[in-house]
């Protein structure tokens, strides 16, 4: 059993940043994927990055590409999604996953919600324009 922990959501201004942690806690796989999704109101759950923690090879959205970065901590169970230069589009409640095995996703498999079994209980995200 794994248990994920979001924090660090807020409102901000068009063009500000924010940083999101991921909290893991339970039986942790030393080499899986983690991953961040959005979902807006009545808008389907979109995949946003993904990090392996084999290799620290990360995969983004073409929508945040070259704007969010995503990262870990292994000492502190943690992973992070470091959001610049936010759009109001960006604007959904923000969630952390993880498969329960240890395993690598390839590229855009990788953002479809489907394989993931563990989620946070989700942080908002509000931009304001």
């Known amino acids: 059993q794994v248990q994920l922990v979001e924090s660090g959501g807020g409102s901000v201004q068009a063009g500000g940043s924010l940083r999101l942690s991921c909290a893991a806690s339970g039986y942790i796989y030393s080499r899986t994927t983690w991953a961040w999704f959005r979902q807006a109101p009545g808008k389907e759950r979109e995949g946003v990055a993904s990090i392996y923690t084999g290799s620290g090879v990360t995969y983004y959205a073409d929508s945040v590409n070259g704007r969010f970065t995503i990262s870990q901590d292994n000492a502190k169970n943690t992973f992070y999604l470091q959001m610049n230069s936010l759009k109001p589009e960006d604007t959904a409640m923000y969630y952390c996953?993880?498969?329960?095995?240890?395993?690598?996703?390839?590229?855009?498999?990788?953002?479809?919600?489907?394989?993931?079994?563990?989620w946070g209980q989700g942080t908002q995200v509000t931009v304001s324009s």
């Open positions: 996953a993880a498969p329960n095995s240890g395993i690598y996703y390839f590229r855009s498999l990788s953002l479809e919600a489907s394989r993931y079994n563990y």
